[in-house]
């Protein structure tokens, strides 16, 4: 892939921070759902587990979203 013309570090450092936020975040996810799985019956297992998944989906994407945002702003 071609490097742009322009360079930003602060778009670079935005994506450096945001692979770490999730893999921050599916690590709380995996961290989570083993707990679940050993102390949770199937049923509510699986339950449990979709909706934590979706939360935390939600919250990083609403939660990089932002920070992009904000990224972009300063940058102008």
């Given at each position: 892939?071609?490097?742009?013309?322009?360079?930003?570090?602060?778009?670079?450092?935005?994506?450096?921070g945001?692979?770490?936020?999730?893999?921050?975040?599916?690590?709380?996810?995996?961290?989570?759902?083993?707990?679940?799985?050993?102390?949770?019956?199937?049923?509510?297992?699986?339950?449990?587990?979709?909706?934590?998944?979706?939360?935390?989906v939600?919250?990083?994407?609403?939660?990089?979203?932002?920070?992009?945002?904000?990224?972009?702003?300063r940058?102008?």
């Open positions: 892939m071609r490097q742009p013309a322009i360079h930003q570090p602060g778009l670079h450092r935005f994506f450096q945001a692979t770490w936020l999730w893999s921050g975040i599916f690590l709380l996810l995996t961290a989570s759902l083993a707990v679940l799985m050993v102390t949770e019956p199937t049923k509510m297992f699986l339950m449990l587990s979709t909706i934590a998944t979706a939360a935390l939600v919250a990083g994407a609403g939660a990089s979203t932002l920070w992009f945002l904000s990224v972009l702003r940058l102008g």
